[in-house]
């Protein structure tokens, strides 16, 4: 059975139950096709979104390009949807450490990967989530704070990364990212190391030995033998800031009309500020740009602000080049005398703008 149609001739076939019902299904098959599509669309955009989000998060705080490889693998081992749950919850942090610990030592052969791995794990852990980076140098384990993540290494170049949970008369006790079976390998007294990392300071490593188990606690007696084994050192960065650097020049008193015979021409030093500009800076040296050239080997009084903060300190020339068409001058200052308030307000500073 058709319509007709009058106008054109022609009779139009009217559809039947089955073509009603295969041409819904047809429409409400193509929707349910774009919404998955949109809705895989969707969540690609959302991973991407929340991983450049993850690489601003992880950039401000001073992750290298290796610590964020170990984030990635750490996240696709836990199979995390949004990896920056992971630097934005330092319990699931640390709740994820034994497995990733257990995983990395399966895949890796050699002790001294594994070894270079926890450390970085642990760095990657100051980095994010300390909330009191700037810690005084390390000189005592009693000085551990509670909360804080350390490793140990063993005299058979095993890692064992840890968090410090409490301290005695002479120990700290240390909870060991380990299953607790595994913690019976110090249940006698055994030589360990441990390493103390702190921020824009140096990593310290303090030989020392286990003093048994507690709670599933490992404790670790206090000990004097601690050595520094290396000191975090940033490279320059470039800035623009004021700076004004003090010199000498002589001054020669003026002559009376009519002087004795007996008087010498006398000459006292004066000091000029010149104004410079620091393009330049790491913690221990920084670039000048002036229009004069100074002396080598002598040290002029230098000061710069960092924010609200004046920086005085002592400096000395060790470099200089010269651009002749520009007259201008770029000096390589070292700083020679710097209080340790300043050092750390530096410090801070270049890492922030790193």
Not at 24 to 43: D, M, P, S
Not at 289 to 316: V, W, Y
């Amino acid at each position: 059975m058709g319509v007709y149609n009058p106008i054109i001739n022609i009779s139009w076939p009217l559809p039947g139950a089955f073509g009603i019902t295969l041409t819904l299904g047809l429409v409400f098959a193509t929707v349910i096709i774009y919404l998955i599509i949109y809705y895989y669309q969707l969540k690609k955009q959302t991973r991407v979104q929340n991983y450049q989000l993850f690489l601003l998060h992880v950039k401000r705080k001073g992750l290298t390009n290796y610590e964020i490889k170990i984030l990635r693998k750490m996240s696709a081992y836990l199979k995390f949807d949004n990896i920056r749950d992971l630097v934005n919850n330092a319990a699931l942090f640390e709740s994820s450490l034994m497995g990733f610990t257990d995983y990395i030592k399966s895949q890796n052969k050699k002790k001294k990967n594994i070894i270079n791995i926890i450390r970085n794990i642990v760095l990657i852990h100051k980095k994010i989530f300390d909330k009191t980076p700037y810690l005084k140098p390390f000189e005592s384990i009693s000085e551990l704070e509670d909360g804080e993540i350390i490793y140990l290494t063993d005299d058979e170049n095993n890692a064992f990364p840890g968090k410090v949970t409490g301290r005695g008369n002479g120990f700290v006790s240390i909870t060991l990212f380990m299953p607790a079976k595994n913690i019976e390998l110090f249940e006698n007294e055994k030589p360990v190391s441990l390493h103390v990392i702190r921020q824009y300071d140096a990593e310290y490593m303090a030989r020392t030995v286990t003093a048994g188990i507690e709670m599933n606690q490992l404790r670790v007696k206090d000990t004097a033998e601690i050595t520094k084994e290396r000191e975090f050192r940033f490279p320059y960065i470039n800035v623009t800031l004021s700076a004004f650097i003090t010199v000498e020049k002589p001054a020669v008193q003026e002559e009376p009309d009519d002087p004795p015979e007996s008087t010498d021409k006398t000459t006292e030093t004066e000091t000029e500020t010149l104004e410079c500009t620091v393009v330049q800076l790491n913690e221990y040296e920084c670039v000048l740009r002036s229009n004069i050239e100074l002396e080598f080997d002598k040290q002029f009084p230098l000061t710069f602000h960092l924010g609200t903060f004046k920086l005085s300190t002592m400096a000395q020339v060790i470099a200089s080049r010269t651009v002749e068409k520009e007259s201008v001058y770029y000096l390589t200052m070292k700083f020679t005398d710097m209080s340790n308030p300043a050092r750390t307000v530096l410090r801070k500073f270049i890492a922030k703008n790193m």
